[in-house]
């Protein structure tokens, strides 16, 4: 199957800085790109839906200035979390899909970031 | 609204078989995906069905619905290594995945 990677695994950081996590396609081209976070114990929670070449679309309840997304290519997106504070330590997910059927999404390891 | 459901956790026993069962309510149907999650992990693909009917993959099958909105994964021969959430996620009409919450599946010896 198509190979999606994620960097970094893990990220530790003080309060009040900004972290990037990159996500990759290796194999294919990524038409839409998708930004997961999931804390302990609970399901994943989509934050936003990228397209190459566009803005991306925030859910609700999740602040665009805080968490930019970029999508600059049909390879790579990155997500910055700006001023992390420690309430944003999460498991963080990116996927991928290409744009033909069956829309599969496939899924980058993670980045698990702490914020001290 | 958009609904999935799923229990939220099952047991079962090594060597034995086991169903999970999903259940949806969304605008639109493209399809709907099992995932597997292990502890800390990404998820991982593990079944796609947009038709009615049975679609076996080795120890697992996925089963569709689409007039009764519901889905099943089975899980034959349980390894302890298939411990794990199982994820029911269904792509709605605008190609948007929908996820449910997660089955936790705790596999005994």
């Known amino acids: 199957g198509a190979v999606v990677s994620q960097h970094p695994s893990r990220v530790i950081c003080k309060s009040g800085t900004s972290v990037k996590i990159e996500c990759r396609s290796l194999?294919?081209?990524?038409?839409?790109m998708f930004w997961y976070r999931q804390f302990p114990k609970q399901s994943l929670m989509l934050m936003a839906t990228?397209?190459?070449?566009?803005?991306?679309?925030?859910e609700q309840g999740v602040e665009k200035d805080k968490f930019l997304i970029n999508h600059a290519s049909l390879t790579l997106s990155t997500l910055t979390v700006t001023s992390a504070h420690p309430e944003d330590s999460s498991f963080y997910i990116c996927?991928?899909?290409?744009?033909?059927?069956?829309?599969?999404?496939?899924f980058g390891p993670g980045t698990r970031l702490t914020v001290t | 609204g958009q609904n999935i459901d799923q229990p939220t956790e099952m047991t079962a026993t090594e060597g034995a078989i086991v169903q999970i069962n999903c259940t949806y309510q969304?605008?639109?149907?493209?399809?709907l995906f099992w995932y597997q999650q292990h502890a800390g992990e990404a998820p991982t693909f593990l079944s796609y069905?947009?038709l009615d009917g049975l679609e076996e993959k080795g120890r697992f099958s996925s089963f569709l619905s689409r007039s009764k909105g519901y889905s099943y994964l089975l899980l034959k021969e349980l390894q302890m290594k298939d411990s794990a959430s199982y994820l029911c996620?269904?792509?709605?009409?605008?190609?948007?995945?929908?996820w449910g919450a997660g089955t936790k599946l705790i596999i005994k010896p």
């Open positions: 996927s991928a899909r290409a744009g033909t059927e069956p829309f599969e999404q496939y």
């Open positions: 194999d294919f081209q990524a038409t839409t």
């Open positions: 990228s397209n190459e070449g566009s803005k991306a679309t925030y």
């Open positions: 969304t605008s639109g149907f493209n399809g």
């Open positions: 069905n947009v």
């Open positions: 996620a269904v792509l709605d009409s605008n190609y948007q995945l929908i």
